[in-house]
């Protein structure tokens, strides 16, 4: 277990060391977040001025304008203390950097930030995942907003996990969708890479997907595929299908990437002998844990499951206090 310590930071606003006054960085131009910490979210593939915005609607969401009536009611305003963020339960843990930017914005104070673990790592039930020093009132201000995101981020990585283990040994990875949390969409995609997972497109227009409705409307699965080569003729495009006659359609027509709509374990072993190797291959509808390991077998590239992100019960995490030492 690894143990870094957060030179002590001015939370919530701008000052000396605030990225705000970072001579040269534009990436961080406007991010009020300590540089230390936005370094670390964008190394992660997160932009450090998105997660200071959810943090901040997080937090104004909870205070509703006004204060936190019973935290100001029963706490000394100089009064100092720990929190630990520590696990009620095992899993795999994902958005720690994020709860450390939930509780920065509320911080008016200096804090100190002590990390057990990192995002991504498995861990017990009773372990402890983050230690931070600084006004009890912040901490408990800030306590349920933190704990809301990093419960919801790290029960998408346990449950990503899961099914990167079932596909351990087979080139198949498993796949995300954009049955998102609005607003949540890229936070929800991290949870899914640190718990072994892959992305899918984040937006429209990332990538191109002909779905059953596209093809209505295009009068064709071969049309709707024309029309959008034609318009981007750069873009990835990836066409759904539901019938073997359609996926010889599609890639003939020079498709990168199939989606295989409810096709059984012996129908995608065969779209895979049709395909031979010209697109890659994604399952969807049917798919399961217990059933994961055969569509695995059949040799498609990706399992695509929606319900990583909007079906995973959280990862229990709470907030213990202590007197700070």
């Not at 939370?11 to 961080?28: F, I, L, M, Q, S």
């Not at 998105?50 to 901040?56: F, K, L, P, R, S």
């Not at 009064?79 to 709860?99: H, I, M, Q, S």
């Not at 409705?213 to 034609?230: I, L």
Request: charged letters at 25%.
């Amino acid at each position: 277990m690894s143990t870094n310590d957060l030179p002590l930071a001015d939370g919530g606003g701008c000052g000396d060391g605030c990225a705000c006054g970072a001579e040269g960085d534009e990436e961080y131009l406007e991010c009020g977040l300590d540089p230390a910490l936005a370094e670390l979210l964008a190394a992660a593939g997160l932009d450090p001025i998105e997660v200071e915005d959810i943090a901040n609607v997080a937090i104004q969401e909870d205070l509703a304008g006004g204060v936190d009536v019973t935290t100001v009611a029963t706490v000394p305003e100089e009064a100092v203390a720990t929190g630990d963020f520590v696990a009620r339960e095992a899993g795999v843990v994902a958005g720690l950097r994020v709860a450390e930017a939930v509780v920065s914005v509320v911080c008016t104070d200096e804090f100190e930030v002590e990390r057990h673990v990192e995002d991504g790592d498995r861990v017990e039930a009773g372990q402890r995942l983050l230690s931070i020093t600084t006004r009890t009132r912040d901490l408990l201000t800030a306590e349920r907003s933190a704990l809301n995101i990093l419960n919801r981020l790290s029960g998408i990585a346990t449950a990503t996990r899961a099914w990167a283990d079932e596909l351990e040994g087979t080139a198949t990875r498993v796949r995300d969708t954009r049955k998102t949390t609005p607003g949540l969409r890229s936070l929800e995609k991290f949870a899914v890479r640190s718990g072994g997972g892959v992305n899918h497109r984040l937006s429209l227009s990332d990538a191109a997907l002909v779905k059953d409705n596209h093809v209505v409307a295009a009068g064709g699965v071969a049309q709707a595929f024309k029309a959008v080569r034609e318009a981007f003729p750069d873009l990835a495009i990836e066409v759904e299908v539901d019938t073997l006659h359609q996926l010889r359609e599609v890639v003939d027509a020079g498709a990168d990437l199939i989606l295989l709509d409810n096709f059984t374990p012996m129908e995608c072993e065969e779209a895979v002998a049709i395909v031979g190797g010209r697109a890659l291959l994604e399952a969807s509808g049917r798919l399961a844990l217990d059933n994961a390991r055969a569509y695995a077998d059949t040799g498609v590239d990706f399992l695509a499951v929606g319900a990583l992100t909007h079906s995973s019960p959280i990862l229990d995490i709470g907030l213990d206090l202590r007197e700070a030492e």
